[in-house]
């Protein structure tokens, strides 16, 4: 008797493990296989992980598979061992890492969405067929339903609909071979419809040469780690491109992931007009059936490179060779939402450990994680000191807010500023002005009583918006701006703090004839409206783009020579070990939209910190600065890359409960007495209420990840059996932000 190891495809702490099930000798299974089988008394969907001769099952206690899904293995041992691997890191049931390998629309769609069923033998054989089965009375109603439609095929999902069949009824007709089952290919290809112009390959600099010679030799030898520190304009694309042409000639396939808000049309563009239909790309806007369909290309082999966002590291290539990692020091990388709380960087380094293929992060702001790693020799640093054809990185000039004040001008725009802005636009050129959002509200309050208008929900400031509504940006909840105030009654209540309308509405009152366009979360929301504003403004149809973070990454628009940071260290004093790494990278990245055309380009920052390490390394382009520093106060105060840090977070209705519980945490993890972990005692969440609910962190940290790790489930389980429904936990390794 042979056994197969069945991981059940249902979502619970309770069920993730392996159970046996006895194989029937007339079924071959393997690995990778999905099988319906018996649990608990209902039909579910499992995943076969592996097949043995033994079980150590009291063999009375045994089921039998019901049947198997698959005739061939649908996920790779390489595959399992990254779930696998994925569970260890992120504390996930081996379902969840397995969900994001084989998402289940994908999975129900191999099955269905584009399956097309015809007849496959003549209609008098059908007929014998009717005639002496008649027993079978839903293949029957299958058959019947294909003779009334005639010659055309008919999509799975509507014969089944129509005659109240299942996939199974399908199978077995297919198997006496009278109906045919197959895939159509709709190509549901979103960008295929927009006009690519062709690019060829560039001649290199002399340092882009060097830097692809090394990772070259990575691909000869299907191996390699490799960190591009590159200045922003230095031209790194350009070795992504040649790499993956490189790659393709071996015939390999290649993964670029970039994060959401660079994944611009430019960025298609670049990788599409090199390699045409060769290409996919998979980002969060696409729609269930596109998303699908790109997926499905790429299983079929149809592409040879994957363009897209953290989920892309786990398009489903049967023969990686390169992952690149594009902007390697973007937060988004790390899912932070919703389980398995996975970070895309991580899982393409094991996913080219395990498959031979090469690794490739670049930034021109390398985190500071990877870049201590390379420092240490686990990452193959490569340096790409100079922009493209010498261009001059851009001037940076500092302006001290304070003193603006001082001197008398309360305008969000300092005289320097002002003065260039004028000045760029006289010469018909093209400005930037960035807003960084983070941490930043334009909040309401009453001038007499310092009443602050927040959601009832959250607790948060109410943002305002230029239609005369306050809203929550995290639940949605939104009013009318009160004539009074709500507190005093007096006819005093004000909006402070700056948002993107409120700029766009002061450069219009400075300069009424230029163009101005926005871009933000509010005038993106629509599909496809960043590429408007994107082409439009490349186009040079606007004189100033006015925007967020949204406009920090990638762009490349030679028009423009100004970039205006308006606000340059709102996120400096986050209560945050990182607070100074983002902010140097935050302004290097805006910096670096400047000066990509003919003339020098000019950067201005207003800020309030003028002397802080992160705001002068980012004028002075001075990115081993900055690392010194920050790393030698990462080291004194054992934070990341010296230690792991994690956060349990608890939440629920009652503020005092979810306060009891949490204290109740800290005591259970307190008495394993672990010498090697740090324990935080439960602080009020820096969001304490968020959607009417109370929140409470619990923050651990160690130098020992192992142990981290085994404290973080051993605690979990427990408090989990001492929990009611009414406070949810969960937990965070290797956190990004603390809310
Ligand atoms: N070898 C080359 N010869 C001529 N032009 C080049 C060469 N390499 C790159 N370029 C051009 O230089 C510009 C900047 O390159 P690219 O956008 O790749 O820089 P980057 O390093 O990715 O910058 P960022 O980090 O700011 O995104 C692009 O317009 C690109 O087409
Ligand atoms: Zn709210
Ligand atoms: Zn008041």
């Not at 290649?254 to 060769?278: H, M, W």
């Not at 439009?536 to 205006?564: H, Y």
């Amino acid at each position: 008797m042979r056994y197969a190891e069945v991981i059940i495809d249902i979502n619970s702490s309770n069920v993730d493990k392996i159970y046996d099930y006895a194989v029937p000798d007339d079924i071959d299974v393997k690995p990778g296989i999905r099988v319906v089988v018996d649990f608990n008394k209902r039909l579910v969907e499992g995943f076969i992980v592996g097949v043995k001769e033994k079980s150590d099952v009291d063999s009375s206690r045994i089921k039998s598979i019901m049947r198997i899904i698959d005739s061939k293995p649908v996920l790779t041992e390489k595959q399992l061992v990254l779930a696998y691997w994925m569970k260890e890191r992120y504390l996930c049931h081996l379902v969840e890492a397995l969900r994001c390998i084989m998402p289940v629309d994908v999975k129900k769609s191999m099955e269905m969405a584009h399956m097309v069923v015809e007849l496959k033998v003549s209609i008098a054989e059908i007929e014998q067929f009717i005639f002496s089965n008649k027993k079978n009375t839903r293949q029957i109603a299958v058959l019947k339903e294909l003779l009334n439609r005639g010659d055309n095929p008919v999509k799975a999902s509507e014969l089944i609909k129509a005659t109240g069949s299942d996939y199974g009824v399908l199978k077995r007709l297919k198997e006496k071979g009278l109906i045919d089952v197959y895939y159509i290919d709709t190509e549901k290809n979103p960008y295929s419809s927009c006009n690519y112009g062709r690019t060829e390959r560039l001649e290199l600099t002399a340092e882009q040469r060097k830097a692809l010679d090394e990772i070259k030799k990575g691909m000869d030898a299907s191996k390699g780690k490799y960190l591009i520190h590159g200045v922003t304009g230095s031209g790194k694309t350009e070795i992504f491109l040649q790499a993956i042409e490189y790659n393709i000639k071996k015939g390999k396939d290649a993964i670029v992931l970039v994060p959401e808000i660079s994944l611009t049309p430019q960025t298609i563009e670049r990788f599409k007009g090199r390699f045409g239909d060769n290409v996919a790309v998979l980002h969060s806007r696409l729609s269930d059936g596109e998303r699908i369909d790109q997926w499905k290309r790429i299983m079929d082999g149809k592409v040879k490179v994957v363009v897209g966002v953290r989920s892309a590291v786990f398009a489903p290539f049967k023969n990686l060779g390169l992952v690149i990692v594009d902007e390697e020091h973007e937060s988004t990388y790390k899912q932070s939402d919703m389980r398995p709380k996975y970070d895309a960087r991580e899982v393409a380094e094991r996913r080219c450990e395990l498959e031979g293929a090469v690794l490739v992060l670049a930034s021109a702001t390398p985190s500071i994680l990877n870049y201590y790693r390379a420092v240490e020799g686990h990452l193959n640093l490569l340096r790409l000191k100079k922009r493209v054809n010498n261009k001059k990185l851009p001037y940076v000039h500092i302006v001290d807010m304070r003193q603006e004040l001082m001197s008398g001008n309360r305008s969000i725009f300092s005289k320097e500023l002002y003065d260039e802005m004028k000045n760029t636009l006289a010469r018909k050129e093209q400005l930037i002005l960035f807003l960084n959002r983070r941490g930043f509200y334009t909040f309401v309050s009453c001038r007499l009583c310092g009443y602050v208008m927040k959601c009832p929900h959250c607790n948060i400031s109410l943002t305002f918006h230029a239609d005369g509504t306050l809203q929550c940006h995290y639940c949605g909840y939104s009013i009318y701006m009160p004539k009074s105030c709500p507190a005093c009654g007096q006819n005093s209540i004000r909006y402070f703090g700056m948002g993107t309308e409120r700029v766009e509405k002061e450069v219009k009152a400075l300069f009424p004839d230029a163009r101005i366009l926005r871009m933000d979360v509010d005038t993106t929301r629509k599909k496809g409206s960043f590429e408007k504003i994107y082409t439009a403004f490349k186009n040079r149809e606007a004189d100033i783009l006015i925007g967020t973070q949204m406009i920090s990454k990638g762009l490349d628009f030679p028009g423009v020579s100004l970039v205006g940071i308006i606000t340059a260290d709102t996120a400096l004093n986050f209560p945050e070990y990182n607070a100074s790494e983002r902010t140097f990278q935050l302004i290097t990245q805006v910096a670096g939209r400047a000066g990509r055309g003919n003339r020098q380009g000019k950067v201005i920052i207003q800020t309030y910190y003028p002397d802080h390490y992160a705001i002068l390394c980012a004028k002075n382009h001075d990115y081993e600065g900055f690392y010194r520093r920050e790393i030698t106060f990462r080291e004194k105060s054992d934070y990341p890359p010296f230690s792991e840090l994690a956060v349990f977070t608890l939440s629920g209705f009652d503020d005092k409960i979810v306060k009891e519980k949490s204290m109740l945490l800290y005591d259970i993890i307190e008495t394993y007495n672990e010498p090697d972990i740090q324990v935080f005692k439960p602080m009020p969440a820096m969001l304490h209420k968020l959607r009417d609910k109370y929140r409470w962190n619990i923050v651990l940290k160690s130098k020992n990840g192992d142990i981290l790790r085994y404290t973080i489930n051993r605690s979990y389980d427990k408090i989990k059996s001492m929990l009611d429904k009414d406070v949810l936990i969960s937990y965070d390794i290797n956190y990004i932000t603390l809310i």
